[in-house]
């Protein structure tokens, strides 16, 4: 009887985690779709978009060239080994490029970025929820979701693939810098391989990965944040929620994503 | 002057969950008056106001303003008959990335009414001298100020566009004495000056007696007593002599 109960607990608490992740995903699907049918209908804000477009874009630029730069030059040196086993250390260039625009230049830059910025975001949106603010916004005839949400959702959008671009190339230049310096290869060598290695897909599939990342980490922030709980402790939830789901996101869509363009 | 009712709540319900915190709400308000809904901490006065702007939708009754029925309105709709409104929130709900004065113009510098930034400015600054508040206020951060100056500048924004109806929701809450006078004093002139139809919340009997032409007692999630001012203080109800006086025993429960 005990076990039984026992069983009847585990597989309740199951579906009981089931239903509550269904109701968080109907929830999301409404608000982004709320949220993305409001992109193309006016009025639009352009100083606040400019104003996300700086704190999102130009603000994460340290942090994520930061990222690229040491990455590339770690890369360099795995890829060297890896190479050496087989006598093949001159793939270093070329699979530092591929790797960094197809791979990490995005992912790594959206992972810095989603820390960064949606955690920003949903504190900034929690505070203004458990502070009335957003309810301000609606009383003096200002609908939030098109004054909050879109000018981050398309700042992001926009943002991430000029930051996954310029991380490309900084990504790119740490392993240059390392592949030089302590791997000998020569530079007019390096740059040539680099150069005739890669593709114009490569780079391309980067940044549309890039993009919806933008939108993931910007989505994810507006969504915690506009149903903040009350309190510090509900705007501390909706920072932590924010950046672990845009992360796991980010993940999950990246192998749709690379299946996709892997396909075409 | 020609009695017409502005707002009508007619049977107005609203649950939280198996909380329901209003159980058939029915209020008119006058326009041009100043009603004022008093009542303990938790018994759905926020709500109430809340239901009537839209922000919270009732589960039954309803709510009209000017005799169009606003408990449904949805987007354009709702974002018009908004323009309407003025509102004065216990917080003061200032937008903590934006200066005094675009605070204040708010209106005139996104919605239908845009005026360019100037004369939006230069409105905002009439709008602070008339609240009290100097021409420098206007270049700070809503978190450089006093509270006493914050609840100055949430009142600036609620007039600036001259709503045709101001709500306040606990407008002293939170100021020491004098500040609670000076705001009540304020909110009672501009509301006579505009002409504008108020609705506040409060449980300040002080404000009360300042603010009000007509107060109505929520208790229990419906209105218990509603009448002048003037007659508070002889009323046999016995909520509002309890909540009027302030006493302990009486049919409100100190504990909820």
Request: glycine share 10%; with cysteine.
């Amino acid at each position: 009887m005990a076990i039984l109960s026992l069983i009847q607990g585990f597989l309740a608490s199951i579906g009981a985690a089931v239903l509550g992740l269904c109701q968080a995903a109907g929830h999301l699907t409404l608000f982004a779709g709320a949220s993305t049918s409001h992109i193309v209908r006016p009025p639009i804000y352009p100083v606040e978009l400019w104003r996300q477009f700086l704190r999102i874009g130009y603000f994460s630029l340290p942090v994520v060239g930061l990222t690229a730069l040491f990455t590339g030059a770690a890369l360099a040196l795995q890829i060297y080994i890896g190479g050496s086993r087989f006598n093949a250390e001159s793939v270093v260039p070329s699979i530092v490029a591929i790797g960094m625009t197809r791979e990490l230049g995005p992912v790594l830059g959206a992972l810095m970025v989603a820390g960064r910025v949606s955690a920003s975001i949903a504190a900034e949106i929690g505070t203004m929820r458990v502070t009335e603010q957003i309810d301000a916004l609606t009383t003096l005839s200002t609908n939030p979701l098109k004054y909050l949400v879109v000018p981050r959702l398309v700042a992001a959008t926009i943002a991430l693939p000029m930051l996954a671009f310029l991380g490309d190339i900084i990504g790119i230049m740490g392993a240059f810098l390392v592949g030089v310096g302590r791997l000998g290869f020569n530079e007019a060598t390096y740059i040539q391989i680099t150069w005739d290695f890669l593709e114009f897909g490569d780079v391309t599939s980067g940044l549309i990965k890039a993009a919806v990342f933008g939108f993931i980490i910007a989505m994810m922030g507006c969504y915690h944040g506009y149903n903040s709980g009350r309190g510090a402790q509900g705007v501390g939830r909706a920072t932590t929620n924010a950046v672990v789901s845009a992360s796991v996101l980010i993940f999950a869509s990246n192998y749709v994503l690379t299946e996709i363009l892997f396909a075409a | 002057m020609t009695e017409t009712a502005k707002i009508v709540l007619e049977g107005v319900a609203k649950s939280f969950g198996s909380k329901h915190v209003l159980r058939g709400v029915d209020l008119c308000v006058q326009q041009g008056q100043s009603t004022v809904i008093i009542g303990g901490s938790g018994t759905g006065k926020s709500v109430t106001l809340k239901c009537v702007l839209g922000l919270i939708s009732p589960d039954a009754g309803s709510i009209t303003v000017d005799g169009q029925d606003v408990s449904r309105l949805r987007g354009r709709a709702r974002e018009t008959m908004l323009d309407k409104f003025g509102m004065l929130f216990q917080g003061g709900a200032l937008f903590d990335s934006l200066l005094v004065w675009e605070n204040v113009a708010f209106r005139m510098l996104q919605g239908r009414r845009k005026l360019p930034r100037h004369d939006a400015r230069d409105l905002a600054i009439e709008k602070l001298r008339r609240v009290g508040l100097t021409p420098e206020t206007a270049d700070l951060y809503p978190a450089e100020l006093s509270g006493g100056m914050q609840k100055r500048v949430g009142l600036a924004r609620a007039i600036a566009a001259e709503p045709e109806i101001i709500f306040f929701d606990e407008p002293t809450t939170g100021l020491d004495p004098i500040m609670a006078d000076v705001i009540n004093e304020l909110i009672r002139e501009i509301v006579v000056e505009m002409g504008a139809t108020a609705m506040t919340i409060t449980h300040d009997m002080s404000s009360v007696r300042k603010i009000a032409d007509r107060v109505a007692m929520l208790h229990d999630g419906v209105i218990q007593w509603e009448g002048p001012v003037d007659d508070i203080d002889a009323t046999e109800n016995p909520y509002v002599h309890q909540f009027v006086n302030g006493l302990a025993e009486g049919p409100i429960e100190a504990i909820r």
